[in-house]
C-alpha cells in the first residue's frame, strides 16, 4: 500500500487502474494499492468470512444513516491513527464481539446489597450488561442490568434477592455492543475463592461467545 499527497495528475483518482492497481481516497489522501486477488476456489472459512463481511456492511451503510450513530463513528475515526473512516469503523465494530475480561464476585454471599463486578471491553463500545444469578437447580434467583462504573471498564450489578443455596449457584454475564453483538460468560460458584477457569466455547449468533469458568473447587467427584 502507498499514500500519494499533492499529486495533480492522480487528483480525484478512485477506482481500478489497468487491472492491477486500486486507487482510494480516505480522509484526503490517495491510496495506491494492489488489486485484490481472489481465489479460484474458497474454503468454507472463506466463504463464511465472506458472508460475515457481507453482513457487516449493510450494518454499515444503515446505521450511518443516523446522525448520532454516525458521529460517534466519524470521532473515532478522526481520533484514529490510521487513515479510517466512519464507515470503516462501524464494519470494524460489526465484526469484533465485545470481551468480558472478568466476572468478580469477591462480594457476592447470597444476600442482597452485594455488587456482582463485571470488567468488560469492546472495539468500539459496550452498550449493555446484563447479570443473572440461578440455583444449581436452575431456579431464578434473580436478573438484571449493571450500571456502568466511571472508570469506563467495569459495570456493576447490585443483587436484589437472597441466595438461600449458594454452593453451585450459576451466574450468567451478557454483554452488548452497538450492532447487538453479545458476548456471554457463565460463572458457577462452587467455595469463595480462587477462580480456576473451565473452558471457553465461541458459537456464532452474528456473533455469540460463551465462555464458562468456576469459582473455588466443585465438590469430590463432581465436574
Known amino acids: 500500500m ?16 489497468g487491472s492491477q492497481l486500486v486507487f482510494r481516497i480516505r480522509k484526503g489522501k490517495i491510496i495506491l494499492s494492489k488489486r485484490p486477488q481472489l481465489p479460484k476456489q474458497r474454503t468454507d472459512a472463506q466463504i463464511k468470512h465472506a458472508m460475515r463481511f457481507k453482513e457487516a456492511t449493510i ?103 437472597v441466595n438461600v443455596s449458594l454452593t453451585g449457584s450459576i451466574v450468567t454475564v451478557h454483554v452488548w455492543d452497538r450492532p447487538g453483538n453479545v458476548t456471554a460468560k457463565e460463572v458457577v460458584i462452587w467455595l469463595v475463592g480462587a477462580v480456576s477457569e473451565l473452558c471457553e466455547l465461541r458459537v456464532e449468533k452474528r456473533v455469540r461467545s460463551t465462555q464458562s469458568e468456576s469459582v473455588g473447587h466443585p465438590p469430590y467427584g463432581e465436574i
Do not use: C
Open 2 to 17: 502507498a499514500f500519494i499527497n499533492n499529486n495533480l495528475l492522480l487528483l480525484g483518482a478512485t477506482g481500478m487502474v
Open 59 to 161: 450494518y454499515a451503510k444503515a446505521a450511518l444513516t443516523d446522525e448520532e450513530t454516525y458521529k460517534a463513528y466519524r470521532e473515532k475515526a478522526q481520533n484514529s491513527e490510521d487513515a479510517l473512516t466512519a464507515y470503516n469503523v462501524a464494519v470494524a465494530d460489526f465484526l469484533n464481539l465485545p470481551v468480558i475480561k472478568m466476572v468478580n464476585l469477591d462480594g457476592y454471599s447470597g444476600q442482597p446489597g452485594e455488587e456482582v463486578v463485571v470488567t468488560a471491553t469492546d472495539d468500539f463500545q459496550v452498550k449493555e450488561v446484563t447479570v443473572e444469578i440461578r440455583q444449581s437447580d436452575h431456579t431464578l434467583v434473580e436478573k438484571g442490568k449493571a450500571i456502568a462504573d466511571a472508570n469506563g471498564l467495569d459495570w456493576k450489578y447490585t443483587t436484589q434477592s
